[in-house]
């Protein structure tokens, strides 16, 4: 994983305990929380800025349709949760969230692992 990649995981972490403790203690989410996601995403948009200039540098045999599916995937995972969870305003839609914010390094570990196949 790239430096931006693992700043993100580590946002994640930090943001999931967040939620974890918002849902532990029955409360919903508030300024810091969106804040919180708000650097995420901005982070999302560095990501796949560098992602695509990437692929326009060499890449060997990287299927650029799914990196470019995963970039892109990785971007709007946290709108929809976020959006969802507005209709939820309970602890549920705080999981909702949750399980957006751990995802996201999922996806991170993916695109790492396309990249890197198509080096081989």
């Known amino acids: 994983m790239n430096t931006l990649q693992l700043v993100l995981a580590a946002l994640c972490a930090l943001e999931a305990l967040w939620l974890v403790l918002l849902i532990v203690r029955d409360r919903l989410p508030g300024d810091r929380t969106f804040y919180g996601l708000v650097v995420l995403e901005a982070g999302l948009v560095a990501q796949l800025v560098l992602g695509v200039v990437r ?8 299927s650029v349709p ?14 929809i949760g976020f959006i969802w ?3 939820e305003r309970n602890r549920s ?5 949750l399980v957006a914010v751990i995802a996201l390094p999922a996806l991170f570990l993916r695109l790492h692992n396309i990249w890197e196949m198509g080096h081989v």
């Open 55 to 62: 692929v326009f540098g060499p890449h060997a045999h990287v």
């Open 66 to 79: 799914t990196y470019l599916g995963y970039l892109f995937g990785a971007l709007v995972i946290l709108p």
């Open 85 to 87: 969870s507005l209709g």
């Open 93 to 97: 839609g705080t999981g909702v969230l």
